[in-house]
């Protein structure tokens, strides 16, 4: 447990301590963006994988018992997630990386940015949140915890950057977008429709899911999570 614990701390702190910090900007000066690219992207994948190879030795400590309730739960919030990550890598976003040359355009929201601009991280949270509620022990609290807590704090993190280095196209960009999910279309500053979300990306989304699901799941761990194993 202690490795899943240290491999978790390495992989949180390298992304909420140096990539979402001004620390970054102190490494690029001194590396070189190349260098410090290939150095965080080599231990942010070492840590990873440190951490998933602990998380799979690591012994089981019930923290809650298994509920169905919340195993409905967690597969209703999967679907959700599955397709927010399907419409986040397919839509233009002034939030990800590379795509900051969107925010000098007048509308640089569309689709699923309108509905939260931070869609990929919103899904993670899903994801993470989900996996801790189904599952209910230690190594899955720490291992999934970690991702959950980074999702809470990266949209901030990323926000603030944004702002500072985009001092005159940032604000209307986040005036017509909102972090928190459909917060900007309930206030009334953007609208949004279905076509332009694209149903067919939802419905790759959708298909994705019960690939992973009914297959996928199964043969990379093993584990059948539907209710029909």
Excluded: C
Excluded at 28 to 54: C, H, P, Q
Excluded at 117 to 125: E, N, Q, S
Excluded at 200 to 206: D, F, L, T
């Amino acid at each position: 447990m202690l490795s899943l614990f240290l491999a978790s701390l390495l992989f949180f702190a390298i992304h909420a301590l140096i990539s979402g910090t001004p620390v970054r900007d102190v490494l690029v000066a001194r590396l070189g963006e190349g260098v410090y690219m290939g150095l965080f992207s080599t231990v942010s994948a070492g840590a990873l994988f440190w951490a998933i190879l602990s998380y799979g030795a690591a012994p089981h400590v019930e923290i809650w018992p298994d509920l169905k309730g919340l195993q409905h739960i967690s597969l209703s919030a999967m679907l959700v997630a599955i397709v927010l990550t399907v419409l986040a890598f397919s839509t233009p976003n002034p939030t990800a990386a590379g795509g900051e040359k969107t925010l000098a355009q007048v509308q640089a929201s569309s689709g699923i940015i309108k509905i939260t601009r931070h869609p990929f991280l919103v899904a993670v949270t899903l994801w993470s949140g989900s996996h801790v509620l189904a599952n209910g022990d230690l190594a899955s609290l720490i291992f999934f915890g970690g991702f959950l807590t980074l999702s809470l704090i990266g949209p901030r993190q990323i926000d603030a950057k944004r702002a500072l280095k985009y001092p005159d196209d940032w604000p209307r960009f986040a005036a017509q977008t909102s972090w928190l999910p459909l917060a900007a279309i309930i206030q009334g500053r953007t609208r949004v429709t279905l076509a332009e979300i694209g149903r067919g990306r939802i419905a790759v989304g959708v298909a994705l899911y019960f690939v992973i699901l009914l297959f996928l799941h199964k043969w990379a761990f093993g584990i059948a999570p539907h209710p029909f194993a």
